[in-house]
């Protein structure tokens, strides 16, 4: 009987360790391209007995668990050939630091780089630098969920678009290219691409903090992107998923130099719904207030962006309204344009002036609400209510302070127009104050 149990026993503990999944770590130690010899044996080996990425990425997508894939401590460059591939949850921890930099180059290969698969969930990439590409730098498919590019970690997150000594080596499309879910773009470089960031269909619940967009790590060098961040197409971005909804653009990340707008949401054409939250940002201007103009708008929506609910600056929540405001300036067009969206909300911005109380003009109006034929449904510039954090300053502008071309009901109250931010001194618009077309909104 008791040789039955021990039996018994056996069984099951085999069959536990056989059902158990691992955490695996790969460890990089060649620069070539060549495949594994043996995908899923638990050991990153080409045939000529080295482990490469792609073939540590082969290794890690035919094992079960969460796997992570390291570098060995020297700097390196990588040419793949061909897309390199995240088809399961892991982490690739490029280091980042001054003594053990991977460069990823994709010599203008007319591929993306990285591509996060559906399979790809919860996985993180961190610490590489990414040069070259004829495609995007990281594509995150439709169905990836929680997904992280970079961290907040010093000298962890990802440059995207710059050679090591800071040159402008960036991306045919993208930067990063997100369609995925839960996902997370932070602690970022992301410069000298045609676009810093798009989202485009598929979209829900993304976070995008603390990156650079058009600048080096320093925020010294030009290097601007095409567009900054770009939102097109049929995009419905509130997942409901009880945590982050829809789109926040925010906690300091520093948006500059931009060849074409800061912050680019819809085209024309396409069909923008959910929320969208832009807080604590820097466009036009570094956080130090040093003007980065951006060539056209600071922010845009454009009128496919009619079922969105947009803020701008404090949502007025009771956490942390005091430092959710944005400084816009020094843009070569308007600092805040939306043509349409459902419900807007403009509150505790600096426009057209910088955190010392500097002129960083936008060449055009501060914020401009509508066109001839469109507008919101509902807009609030300003606070309503006498509270002090939703009050925007707005001064120093090329072609007015505010303009509202159309809209269904608005609200224009409580904001320092023409004055620095403690309601004093003189920072004039050029053009009127505030400009209400005819049929421009009821209730102002």
């Not at 080596?169 to 993208?174: E, P, S």
Request: aromatic content about 2%.
């Amino acid at each position: 009987m008791k040789t039955i149990q021990r039996i018994a026993a056996f069984v099951l503990t085999f069959a536990l360790v056989a059902n158990a999944t691992f955490a695996a770590t790969f460890t990089v130690n060649d620069s070539g391209d060549a495949s594994d010899a043996a995908a899923g044996n638990s050991s990153c080996a080409t045939a000529g007995a080295v482990c490469t990425l792609r073939a540590a990425l082969e290794e890690a997508n035919a094992l079960a668990g969460t796997d992570t894939i390291v570098f060995s401590a020297d700097s390196r460059t990588l040419t793949p050939a061909s897309t390199l591939s995240v088809d399961s949850t892991l982490t690739i921890d490029g280091n980042g630091s001054p003594t053990n930099m991977i460069t990823i180059d994709g010599n203008d290969g007319a591929y993306d780089l990285i591509t996060v698969t559906s399979n790809g969930d919860s996985s993180t990439i961190e610490g590489l630098y990414l040069i070259d590409g004829g495609q995007d730098g990281i594509q995150i498919n439709s169905g990836a969920d929680t997904v992280t590019i970079g961290t907040l970690t010093s000298q962890q997150g990802n440059i995207i678009g710059l050679t090591t000594a800071s040159a402008a080596d960036g991306m045919a499309a993208a930067g990063v290219h997100n369609q995925g879910t839960n996902t997370t773009i932070l602690g970022n470089v992301i410069s000298s691409n045609a676009i810093g960031i798009k989202l485009t269909d598929g979209s829900k619940d993304v976070t995008i903090m603390g990156n650079t967009l058009g600048s080096d790590g320093q925020v010294t060098l030009t290097r601007g992107n095409g567009t900054g961040i770009s939102v097109t197409g049929t995009v419905a971005l509130d997942g409901g998923n009880g945590g982050t909804e829809g789109l926040v653009i925010g906690q300091l990340n520093t948006i500059v130099n931009s060849t074409d707008d800061g912050i680019h949401i819809g085209n024309g054409a396409g069909a923008i719904t959910g929320t969208v939250k832009i807080q604590r940002n820097n466009i036009g201007m570094t956080s130090g207030g040093t003007a980065m103009a951006n060539t056209d708008e600071g922010i845009i929506a454009e009128v496919d962006a009619s079922g969105a609910d947009i803020t701008i600056g404090t949502d007025g929540d009771g956490s942390s309204d005091s430092v959710e405001g944005n400084y816009i300036g020094s843009n070569g067009n308007r600092g805040i344009n939306i043509q349409d969206a459902d419900d807007l909300v403009i509150a505790g911005n600096k426009v057209g002036i910088n955190s010392s109380g500097t002129a960083r003009a936008n060449t055009g109006t501060g914020i401009l609400v509508g066109t001839s034929s469109v507008g919101p449904n509902t807009v609030r510039i300003g606070s309503d209510n006498a509270d002090a954090n939703e009050i925007n300053t707005i001064g120093n502008n090329g072609a007015g302070g505010i303009s509202v071309l159309n809209g269904t009901t608005v609200t224009i109250a409580g904001n320092y127009i023409g004055l620095n931010t403690s309601g004093a001194g003189s920072h004039g618009n050029t053009g009127a104050g505030i400009s209400i077309a005819s049929g421009g909104g009821g209730g102002q």
